[in-house]
């Protein structure tokens, strides 16, 4: 039964793909505007903001191709263990005040050992009683028994990009599996908290992979989408990747946008780089959520040209 039930999952999977497969071919102009439609049908004129903390940084044992925080790689990342509870506590009433809904813990490494679960879960608890703002966390690969102890003290959202589509994960890494990152949100899932998930584009990758990511996010029913652009790191594989053009990722937001209609789309890392100038027609095209005040290794922009952006977009929407 359970391989019939897969057999099935994989035959939904491949006719969506091909039913999704015919957006590529779409005009940008047209794409921006079904994008545009999907997203104030479906998701009015709500736009979220978040921010995350390193709360743990570098010497990481996994390969990712990406990422400056591998100890595989000879990049300037700082090193250093996990921060103090004082020390989250104070920056995450920082991004109250700035604006943000949710602040997210992001750690280094493979995941955490149940010490590092026991420090995070105090780190969770105290913002929830002397902050009062939405806590997050991105830990890596985790089960349910690690993510039950976070949600009770306090966590209520569970972050795990799958990064790219599957069959392109394993050019990106090897360390482990994409199956493990699938089973780490299934286990987000089971432990009772919301799941982020999303990815990085411009690492190689084919429209149609682009795809798979989307419709596999769909099929995992994940509450919030990051997505990222590749920032070419100095030291890391991608160091010479080429900064996608603008109209790649618009192109990319309108897809995500139309197959995964009730979601939020949150632009993260890369946005500055590869949409200096149009970053507001990335919003107009679907983007409905944002991550401000910096991404682990990259520098973000001023949080208060963010908040300009937010009120001028919300306005557009509010005038369509």
């Not at 700035?98 to 750690?107: C, K, Y």
Request: hydrophobic fraction near 40%; charged fraction near 25%; aromatic fraction near 6%.
């Amino acid at each position: 039964m359970l391989q019939e039930a897969e057999g099935n999952n994989n035959g939904n999977l491949n006719t969506m793909k091909h039913s999704a497969s015919h957006l590529l071919d779409l005009p940008l102009s047209e794409l921006v505007s079904r994008s545009h439609d999907v997203k104030l049908r479906n998701r009015g004129t709500s736009f979220s903001l978040c921010t995350i903390l390193n709360v743990k940084s570098g010497a990481c044992s996994e390969d990712c191709a990406f990422c400056a925080q591998s100890a595989r790689y000879g990049t300037d990342a700082r090193v250093y263990p996990y921060r103090p509870v004082d020390d989250i506590v104070e920056r995450a009433r920082a991004a109250k005040a700035s604006g943000a809904s949710r602040f997210s813990l992001v750690a280094s490494g493979r995941g955490p050992s149940r010490e590092e679960i026991r420090h995070v879960a105090r780190c969770v608890f105290a913002i929830r009683e002397q902050v009062g703002i939405r806590v997050c966390a991105s830990l890596g690969l985790m089960d349910a028994d690690g993510l039950k102890t976070l949600r009770d003290a306090g966590l209520t959202r569970y972050h795990h990009n799958l990064e790219t589509g599957r069959d392109f994960f394993p050019r990106v890494v090897t360390t482990h599996s994409y199956d493990q990152r699938v089973s780490t949100i299934l286990a987000a899932r089971e432990a009772g908290l919301e799941v982020c998930s999303g990815g990085i584009i411009g690492l190689g990758e084919s429209w149609r992979d682009r795809l798979d990511m989307a419709l596999e996010l769909g099929k995992l029913k994940v509450d919030s989408v990051p997505l990222n652009i590749l920032v070419p790191i100095a030291g890391t594989p991608l160091e010479h990747m080429p900064i996608l053009p603008a109209c790649a990722v618009i192109k990319t937001v309108c897809l995500f946008r139309i197959l995964l209609p009730d979601v939020p789309i949150r632009l993260a890392g890369g946005r500055e780089s590869a949409l200096p100038d149009m970053q507001g027609l990335a919003f107009w095209a679907g983007a409905d959520a944002m991550l401000i005040g910096g991404y682990l290794t990259v520098r973000g922009r001023a949080v208060d040209q963010d908040l300009r952006l937010v009120k001028e977009v919300k306005e557009l929407w509010k005038e369509h």
